[in-house]
């Protein structure tokens, strides 16, 4: 009966603790400019008022089917990360099927972009793709080095192996070179400001987002916040030894948000070509140095 | 319409709550007043506090500033924004010349008051305002928003003849912006 | 009459029937259609009769050359003849009015007759006959149609001559060192050889198949020899010609020589003759998918990317663990229906606006839909996402090259997917997405019986995406009869122990993800659909004169990324091996002057070189 | 002697164009007051022989009171760094406020002289193009003739909002308003 419970409550509390995270991101920067900052319950007004605008615009059936396709493929990759006290569906499907379910919101978006037939629009999903194409490599290969070394292809088992282990064992500390790429690479993958080439507001109009108003908006924050929890619970579970209760859990997701937005606050953005190349130039080749140490 | 505004349901007192703290205003500077506006972003006035930041494209918008004097060139191009935005939305006139042509009051080419083009929610006096003014314009625009006064947007809809007559006053031909207002007044039940 | 004789004469029936009505153009149409059908019920009950032996009435050097079932052809002769059979029915309304199809097809008859007898062959005479076959009717195939067909079907033809060449010298040296034709007795004989002799004789046949499954070094040939032919053609070559060689790598890699005697070949520890044909897989699979990036032409990109796709195929193959070699034998079969899909939809759009130029096309979604959503199941295929069935097998190649412990095979396995999915969605997006040329206004989808081959391979994609189990079934059977250790499946997944993949459940929850979304998506107020021209554009008015539109050069910074990289090492050395021909034939051309007097010098001198040498040897 | 530069120029030109009147206005301005029919000479000349090569702008000043057009060509000399200013007299009435071209021998020319002609209405002979430049949706009279009374086109062309508060009332009846 609970994991029926778990499974109507869990994207919510995803959703929940995604939308206080930008809120809080969005606070750490204001400070940093050294101004208030909205409250940290902001993004919760934004998508309120992106759900409840009268008016809607849609550029034909597959932009609204791709609303779902974005938002549906985001919820259906949460059931595979596994969460403290719920991993019911984490036998189901491993590290593959997580990787290659995140991209099927990616690819439903570029399609939705791509039928509002906005130049702009198109721009940004090129980018979003080279940028993927970029920080994906690495990120899968820190997922195949840890497949080697522990003979296995499911989250689960890693991360209680890495419970077991205790402090020592965690993915970050056992092999530093593979933790440092995927962080790198999670900081292109959650579109921070270095690798923010995406949603580029004085290029190309906020990119992918330029047609998008009122409630789709509001479905692509929802996405964003949720991916936004699974990506940093993807790198939680491999690297930073899972949390087996919720308060570590959430102890864990901040200190490693604060870390990226703090690289995030500081940094301009790279031009694509260049993100792309410093993707293969620095985190590529310490994975492949990382998986080296792991085969000899 | 006084007797319209007491009838709000519970739910649209609390909706009105709620959105009332995120505005997204249209970073579209069309007069001189634009450069009022990042001091009123940045460290010292911070309009973020109020939930209101800058954002690019008018679908994702629900501010337009017109910032100064609207040559007709530009008003024509104000009117395409202001139809390609969406839902509740709110525009604000900076300074004198929209007001009452202001500086350029007896010019041939700037029009004179906004709010024959395009339904306008409050004004600012002042040839270009301060932040100051500008913070207490927004501060005046949310209260409206609570109370549920802000409904100039709907003005558009139901009275769609009288602006488009005198926007063909200015312009040389009926400009085509792919939008059908009537339909969507209907569409949308406004 | 058994079976195997059923196939073989209706195909050469075909061939026979469409030279004699060549005249009448709907003769030939109905006729094909007819017979591919009668090809394709044949075929599909073969299951029954696994094992049966057909021999031909005649004896060659005294031994009996014929066909045999098995499982592995079985799978193979479904495949060509359920193609075979949704091309033709595809082709009929889209072959209509083109010039130069008079013998369209005869020569898809002779192609598929050719493929038959080689997958049916039970011994190594009839397999290299009718490859000739095969490889002839290929060269015919790419030479029809297209003003620079024949150029690039010439060039597929000196790659087709080696690859015989090749094949010819194996099969001499089998029957010198077994003394007979047929695999049983070959593969009974193969462990009695010394080990650089298996290991000689095992290069040759892959090398053969290598080039015709255009693996990398060798695969320059295909680009141009299947964009330039009928964009049907394409579809029917890269779906399943150059499989075949896929087929023969299987045979001879598992069938014959064993599992066994290949391991035995290695060079150091680890590095076995497995590892080699992995390496030059993981190539085959990096390169083209980033040239594909490249391509303007949909025909030219797809043609690269069943290079790509090949090279999956060979990796899982060469991956050694049963889990590997079942996907990438599933892999066969999941490329096949979805990149015969997507040639289907660039085809109806070629068939609509003319042109496959990826620079000129745009915004087609709104006029055929159908076709859309055809090329979107098969580049979701392509790019292998969940819901569609090639997630399935590059699970399983994923898996087996991490557990086997190939980490860098299967890096170039993330990068030929990362590459795929960069340019499938540029084919998309640059031909139905984005902004609808004026010229293309009046465009309408394409007649039913272009559309009905289209939906049943959707059917099949996304059917086999939701319950592999009936592919893996025929799957583990070929594997049995192979020798090899077969896959635990069930009906919607595989249940091994280190991770387990459930598609049954990846899909409902990625249905009922999308429910829950529509409820939300309906909390909104409603939604009104604008025109293109309705569009964000810093103010400017749009229309139709605007050119508002982003195809060019769709991925200009990831080109700016790899252009130096990319020194085109096979065209170079190409022409190096040109050029060297050319002076060679050059040199020997000056034998021949043409005076009397010369050639008779020539031939006395040749006597008197015998005369010496036979003096030596009485 | 402060004007040496400018004189020796002058005399240069006084050669060839001795019925023009040249005046030193200050350091490096000439201002040389011409025939309308000898311009298109004077300009040739100036670009090809005296080495002024940048043409400034044209711009054209409305005599209401003698009812004519005045235009004046601002050519710059950069080695000299003398700006030569040619003044000439064009009819001011509607129909025959003409004059030749000279955007063959500079191509920027065209746009002063098309900018001319939408706000004053001259008429250039044989430049390539003389539509609207700059004032979309205009189809008044030229606003810059001073026969073009911009302030009640104004006032009766666009609606004005009725705005007379009471402290507006106060000060204007305490005769500090400047109407």
Known sequence: MNTVLWIIFLPIILFVIGTFMLGYSRKFIARIERRYGPPIQQVFYDVFKLMSKKTNISHGWMHDIAMLVLLGGTLATLYFVPVPGFSYFAQYGDMLVIMYILLVPALGMALGVGETANPNGSIGISRALMMLAGYDIPFVLTFIGFGMLNHTTSMYDLMMIQQAGGFTSWGLISNPLLGIAALIALQGMIGEKPFEVMVAPHEIATGPMTEMGGKFLGIMMIQHAISLVVELTLYINLFLGGAMNWFEYIIKLFVLFTVLISVNAVFGRFRTDDAVRFMWKIPLPMAVIGILFIIF | ?190 | MSIVSNLLLITLAGVVLNVLFYKSKTVQKYLSLLLFTALAYFSFTMYGQVGLHFDFPFLIAGQSIGFTITYLNYYFTIMITGITLLLVIFSLKYMEGKEGSTHYYTVLFLKTFGMLGVVLSSDIITFFVFWEIMSWSTFALMSTGGNEAPKSAFKYFVFAITASMILMVGVVLSYSLFGSFDFNIIRSGIPSLTLPMTGFLLTIFITAFAIESAVFPVHSWLPNGYSNTFTTFTAYLSGISTRIGIYGIILFLFGIFGMETVDKLSIIGKINFRYVLGVFAAITMVVPTFTALYQHDAKKLIAWHSIGQGGYMLIGLASGSALGIAGGMLHILNYLTYQVLIVFAIASVQYRTGTTNLNKLGGLIKKMPVSFLALLFGIIGLAGLPPMNVFVSKWFIYRALILEGYPFLAIAAVIGTLGTILSVYKLIHNMFLGQLPERYNDIKEVGFSMQLPMWILMIVVFGLGVFPGFAMGLIAKIQVSLGLAAVPYSLHGVTAEGGQLNMLVVNVLFVSGMFVTWIIYLLGSRRKHVGQYNNYAGGHFLNKDVAYNFNYEFYAAMEHVIDPYRKKIIERTERGIVGLTDAVSEYVRRIYTGMINTYAIYVLTAFVITIILLKELI | MEYMVEKSIIDKMQLEFSEAVFTVKKVRRIEVKLASNRLYDFAVRMQKRWNFLHLSAISCVDWIADREFELVYHFWNYDEKVLVMAKVRIPREEGESHFNTISDLWQPAKFFERDIHEMFGVYFDGSEDMERFILTDWNGPPPMRKDFITREFALNFYHYRDYDPQWLKDMVAAGEGNE
């Open chain 2, 1 to 190: 319409m006084e007797e319209k505004l007491t009838q709000r349901s519970v739910w649209e007192k609390i909706s009105a709550k709620l959105t009332k703290r995120s505005l997204w205003m249209l970073h579209y500077c069309t007069g001189c007043g634009a450069v009022e506006l990042p001091p009123t972003m940045t460290a010292r006035f911070d309009m973020e506090r109020f939930g209101i930041n800058p954002m690019v494209t008018p679908r994702q918008a629900d501010i337009l500033l017109i910032t100064g004097y609207l040559s007709i060139k530009t008003l024509k191009r104000v009117v395409l924004t202001y139809e390609q935005m969406q839902g509740p939305k709110y525009v604000v006139g900076f300074g004198s010349c929209t007001i009452n042509g202001g500086m350029y009051w007896n010019s041939y080419a700037t029009m004179k008051s906004l709010d024959r083009y395009i339904p306008v929610e409050t004004y600012i006096a002042g040839c270009m305002p301060r932040p100051e003014a500008i913070i207490a314009s927004f501060n005046d625009l949310i209260a409206k928003i609570d109370r549920g006064e802000a409904n100039s947007w709907k003005e558009y809809y139901n009275n769609y003849d009288f602006y488009k007559e005198n926007q063909n006053k200015v312009f040389e031909g009926p400009i085509e912006t792919y939008n059908d207002i009537k339909a969507d007044a209907a569409l949308f039940k406004i």
